[in-house]
C-alpha cells in the first residue's frame, strides 16, 4: 500500500475508466454490425493478451524482477474471476442489443454494489450499516430503469425482462470478478503493484483466449475467422481492453474492489457523453432518474464505506 502514492488507485482507476468507455463502444459497433455477442468478446482476450504478456515480460526483464511463484489460491481466484468475466461480457455485449448504450453500462454497473456483499464473502471486506443504506438507495435506481420506455405500470412482468436479467447478471458477475481479481493480486507475494497486477492480467487473458478460443472452435467456428477479419476494430478493442483492464487490476492491488468500482462509476457519465454523441440514443426520463439515483447511492456508498 506505501511502494507508490496513495492516490495512485485513483488515478488509475479513472483512467481504465475511459479505457473500458472506448471498449464497449467498439463491442458495440462490433456485436450490432459484424460479430456475435460471443465473438465480440472474444475479440476482447484475442487481441489482448498477446500485448499483456508482451507488456508484462518487457518490464520484468527492465526492472529486474523475476517471475513470481503463483500459488494455488492465486490460480483459483484468478480462474474464477476469469470465467465470471467472459460470461458477464457475453451478457452485456447482448445488452446492448436489446437496451441503448448508456442504459446498458448503467445496469452492469450495480457491480459496484454487489462487490461490497461479494467481498465481505469472499475476501472479509466488510461494510458499515450506512454503507447498506445506500446499497439500498442503489436498488431502487435499478427499479427505474428495469421497465423499458414503453411500458407503463410497476407490476413482476413489466419490470422482469431480458434487458434486466442481462444487466444484473452482468453486474454479478463482474462484482465476482473484480474480487476474485483483487483476491489472486494479494496472492503474489510482491512489494511492486505492476508486477502484482500485470502477472495477475497475463495469467487472466491467457487462460480467456485459450478457453473463449476452444468454445468457439466446437460452438461457433465462424466467428474465429470473422473476429481475424474485423481486426482494424477489433485491434483496438485489445488495446483499449489492455488499458483498462491493467488501470483495474493495478488498482484492485492498493485498494478493495469496492471502493475501486464506486470510484470507476466515473464511466456512467462517460457512457452517456458515448450514448448521445456517438449513437445519437436519446434515454427516458425515467431512465435518465434511475441513473442519477443510481449514482446518488454510489457518491453515498463512497462517503461511508
Known sequence: MTFLSPDLWVAVTFAAAVFQTLRFMLQKVLAT???????ATFARFFYSAPLVAVLVAVYLTNTGHPLPALTGAFWAFAMSGALAQIIAT?????????????????????????SVIIGLILLGEGVSWPAFA???????????????????????????????????????LFA?????????????????PFVRAGVTL???????????????????????AAVWRARRVAGWIGV??????????????????????AVGQVELVLSLLASVL????????RELAGMAVLC??????????
Open 240 to 261: 483499449m481492453s489492455m488499458g483498462g483492464s491493467l488501470g483495474w487490476f493495478i488498482a484492485f492491488t492498493l485498494q478493495t474492489a469496492a471502493y475501486v468500482k
Open 90 to 114: 457475453v451478457c452485456v455485449v447482448t445488452l446492448f442489443k436489446s437496451r441503448n448504450f448508456a442504459v446498458g453500462v448503467t445496469l452492469m454497473k450495480t457491480e459496484v454494489i454487489l
Open 202 to 224: 497475463s495469467a487472466v487473458t491467457a487462460a480467456q483466449m485459450i478457453g473463449m478460443a476452444l468454445w468457439l472452435m466446437l460452438r461457433d467456428p465462424p466467428q474465429i
Open 134 to 172: 445506500a446499497i439500498a438507495l442503489g436498488l431502487v435506481g435499478v427499479l427505474l430503469l428495469s421497465t423499458p420506455p414503453g411500458v407503463k405500470g410497476w407490476g413482476w412482468s413489466a419490470m422482469w425482462n431480458r434487458g434486466v436479467a442481462l444487466g444484473l447478471s452482468s453486474g454479478v
Open 296 to 305: 446518488v447511492s454510489i457518491l453515498a456508498l463512497v462517503l461511508v464505506i
Open 176 to 192: 465476482i470478478s473484480a474480487v476474485c481479481y483483487r483476491g489472486a493480486s494479494l496472492q503474489i507475494d510482491v512489494a511492486d
Open 33 to 39: 454490425a459484424t460479430l456475435s455477442p460471443t465473438g
Open 278 to 285: 456517438f449513437f445519437r440514443e436519446k434515454p427516458s426520463m
